[in-house]
């Protein structure tokens, strides 16, 4: 399809419990980004993907987080132990290249609230 | 990453054109420059991007000055949907889209 879909669109969470989010790129789109928004106006990125493989990881924090793109499958983004700061708008976009040639497609969010 | 400086904030009246000017004197020469919109509840959207030339697309015009430390973006008649956050992103290759603030237009009916 030509959106990426993001589920579900709102988790909520105890603190210390697992939660996974879940996005389906574009087809044809072989870089998937994941980025967090906590407040608004301020994004931070996560991650990135080419095809199945972590292309950055630099804004990934080790402990909790973690992420996969698996062939024929959602791209996924796991918090083990989710902390009340946790609680924010996860985005994921997907794009046909890395480079700036080419613009992000973003889904439309999960919205984490960690109690 | 260079840094942009955009005002926080714009007013605007409905079927009226606006001109969203963003500061990005410490851009590189291979850095596109990229608008994006975050309406509200929404992720973001992508607008417009160019490199050197003006650009045109259905939603907006990118005018870059002709050193590329500014550029405007020029939203031909604003309608209450363009109410949002815009962000201008300088983007090099090989690295990811970094937002700033970003400016926040008001429309008003």
């Known amino acids: 399809g030509e959106e990426v879909a993001q589920t579900p669109k709102h988790l909520v969470r105890g603190e210390g419990q697992k939660a996974k989010l879940y996005c389906a790129p574009i087809k044809g789109h072989s870089y998937v980004f994941w980025y967090q928004q906590v407040l608004k106006n301020e994004f931070k990125f996560l991650i990135s993907?080419?095809?199945?493989?972590?292309?950055?990881e630099t804004g990934m924090p080790k402990e909790r987080f973690s992420a996969k793109c698996l062939p024929n499958s959602p791209c996924s983004l796991e918090i083990q132990a989710t902390k009340l700061e946790d609680s924010a708008v996860y985005f994921c976009a997907s794009s046909q290249g890395q480079g700036a040639y080419y613009g992000y497609t973003f889904g439309s969010g999960t919205r984490l609230t960690v109690v | 990453d260079a840094k942009t400086t955009q005002p926080n904030s714009m007013e605007s009246n409905e079927e009226e054109p606006v001109h969203l000017p963003c500061n990005h004197s410490t851009i590189s020469g291979t850095d596109y420059i990229h608008w994006y919109r975050q309406l509200p509840s929404q992720g973001p959207e992508y607008v417009i991007h160019g490199l050197t030339s003006n650009v045109n697309n259905r939603m907006a015009s990118l005018a870059i000055a002709e050193d590329r430390k500014s550029s405007t973006l020029i939203l031909h008649r604003a309608t209450l949907r363009d109410a949002a956050v815009y962000y201008c992103?300088?983007?090099?290759?090989?690295?990811?889209?970094?937002f700033g603030k970003g400016i926040t237009l008001s429309v008003r009916p």
């Open positions: 993907f080419q095809n199945e493989n972590v292309f950055d």
């Open positions: 992103i300088p983007f090099r290759a090989n690295s990811k889209l970094t």
